[in-house]
């Protein structure tokens, strides 16, 4: 099994920054991708940023030039700055890893999830 640990969510006023990090244990063999998603009240979840364990990132427009993503592999871990942070930006914060395991003849991936961090953005 795999667990998502994550750490950095409070509140914090508009314009104001947080860093949120989400460490991964368990049985690893190798971390493909890995992200963050949120959902605000009466929202669906959205992805807010993704990487790749190459070091590929995208992210959500609405998050553009504000927020960065970014992983340490040898610590299985996957953070995201957030700077320039708004109203909008209020939600559960939740990371993801998608985990290969041989199954042989082929390889089967699971992403895992983590509990979920409150970020609330407000003066």
């Known amino acids: 099994q795999v667990q998502l640990v994550e750490s950095g969510g409070g509140l914090v006023q508009p314009g104001g920054s947080l860093r949120l990090s989400c460490a991964a244990s368990g049985s690893i063999f190798a971390i493909n991708a890995m992200g963050w998603y949120r959902q605000a009240p009466g929202k669906q979840r959205e992805l807010v940023a993704a990487i790749t364990s190459g070091g590929s990132a995208n992210y959500a427009d609405s998050v553009k030039g504000r927020f960065t993503i970014s992983r340490d592999n040898a610590k299985n871990t996957v953070y995201l700055q957030m700077n320039s942070l708004k109203p909008e930006d209020t939600a559960v914060y939740y990371c993801?890893?998608?985990?290969?395991?041989?199954?042989?003849?082929?390889?089967?991936?699971?992403?895992?999830w983590g509990q979920g961090t409150q970020v609330t953005v407000s003066s």
């Open positions: 993801n890893a998608d985990v290969p395991r041989p199954s042989p003849p082929v390889v089967v991936t699971t992403r895992y």
